[in-house]
């Protein structure tokens, strides 16, 4: 399978583009962490988001996981951390899997004399693995470990539905499913985040 091909016509272009909720029409943005102390918020984010994609990919025997990161062109040591970063989640790498790169505009560049690109990573895992890609998508911003320092991405390319928990906070939930995205409205009203409820209500109705 051409993963880069399939996830570009199952999800277009706007599926890396930030933020992603106000990017992508139509999604669902749920609110995570909850509790008194660091690791509170950690375990209740982790449960919820855990809770949302077991719904969004029932019946799945795989899903797609997607990592992306921002970096000067020629990041070998960036990779080559991140490699580890997954072996220490225990993530297998599958020798089948999708590498390319994005030039960014050199507006967005962090020094304007070194040239960046977004990198993205894209391989299948088994269903089996939500919970661990799910902790270290999390897990980015906190001192907790195995962590991911990129942007992940689960997919559920059969179903058309992608996850991305942006961090602790909150995870956005789109794709061209809207049958999909209807049930996880509904069933995990109580997550969804108040400040975005108002656009969420006027594609999905009242609740």
Known sequence: MDLRGEIERVFGHSLFERPLFYCYP?????????????LQQFLSAHRKALLIAQ???????????????R??????????????????????????????ADAVDPDDWADEEEPQVDLT?????????????L?????????????????????????GVALF????????????????????YAQHRSLLLPYDLPQMQSTFGAL
């Open 26 to 38: 139509d999604g669902l943005r749920f609110e995570l962490a909850e509790g008194d102390t660091a």
């Open 55 to 69: 719904d969004a990919f029932r019946g799945s025997d795989h899903f797609a996981v997607c990592l992306r990161d």
């Open 71 to 100: 970096m000067h062109e020629g990041g070998g040591l960036e990779c080559r951390q991140l490699v580890r970063e997954l072996k220490a989640a225990q993530i297998p790498l599958p020798a089948v899997r999708a590498f390319w």
């Open 121 to 133: 990573l894209a391989f299948a895992a088994p269903i089996a693995l939500l919970s661990n890609v």
């Open 135 to 159: 902790w270290c998508a999390l897990a980015k911003d906190l001192g907790i470990s195995p962590k991911l320092q990129c942007s992940v991405y689960l997919l559920n390319l059969q179903a």
């Open 165 to 184: 928990p942006y961090d602790d906070r909150g995870m956005d939930v789109v794709g061209p499913n809207r049958s999909t995205l209807q049930q996880l």
